[in-house]
């Protein structure tokens, strides 16, 4: 009932958001959902003795996503570079115990990289040129529609249906059958926002893009509970009922990003 009501209240939000609000008020609400999400890696890390730099990462999250926001990919460089040497320097002058230099350096990086950069293309689909009307909103209507199809078709099939276990020793709950349920939602997804909002959009691409990102968003989901059951934790926060922390909202999210992004490049430029 949690997630029920999570999803009432969030998606009219959200929506509002896509197709009423200003490019900006995006980019800061992937502004503000990154740094909840660096603040949540940093505690997951900790419980495995790895110390991230909150301010670091912070900062060269900040500079990657007003790098997406202009369109300024030199300066998404410039972010990672000077992260790379800030946290270096950090860890030569502050770490006494050597030995964890080198995965306090390593966490801090893929904290941004994971979260940062991969979310930074949702605002890179949000600023795609207007060729036709509301493309951008369109694209990002899409984004969030064959996720959280997938994961709803995945969900309340394994919980009928679902006998086999896809990957016991990361995510018991997880089946087969849901992952079967959850690619059938998938291609639903992409015809339903064809005959509803999205008409330009060619079924022929569309369908094997739906099941490339649902089998992404499987790995992603799986990936992120991998990160949290090797920190021995369950969920990555308790900051929305039912969904647990951003971090969980995010796994098959983040790695769907940059794959719409190069389909619109690819296939609707």
Partial sequence: MARVLSAVVFIPILLLIIWRGDPLYFSVLILVVAVLGLIEYKNIAAQVEMKVGAAQSI????GILIAFYFQRPEFIVLSLTLLAIVELSVQLFTCPDLTKALPNAAATMF???YIA???GFLIALRLVPEQQGNLSA????LFFLIVFAGDTGAYYTGRTL???????????????EGVGGGLVANMLAVIIAHYT???????LTAIPLSLLMGGLGVIGDLCESMLKR??????????IPGHGGVLDRLDSILFNAPV?????VLFMK
């Fill in 138 to 141: 369109k694209l990002i209507s």
């Fill in 59 to 62: 900062a060269a999250a900040v």
């Fill in 230 to 239: 090797g920190s021995h934790v369950k969920d990555a926060a308790q900051l």
């Fill in 197 to 203: 909002f999205f008409p330009e959009l060619n079924l």
């Fill in 117 to 119: 950069l991969l979310g």
């Fill in 162 to 176: 679902g006998k086999n276990k896809l990957a016991p020793r990361i995510s018991p709950g997880k089946t087969i």
């Fill in 111 to 113: 904290g941004v990289l």
């Fill in 260 to 264: 719409l992004y190069y389909y619109y």
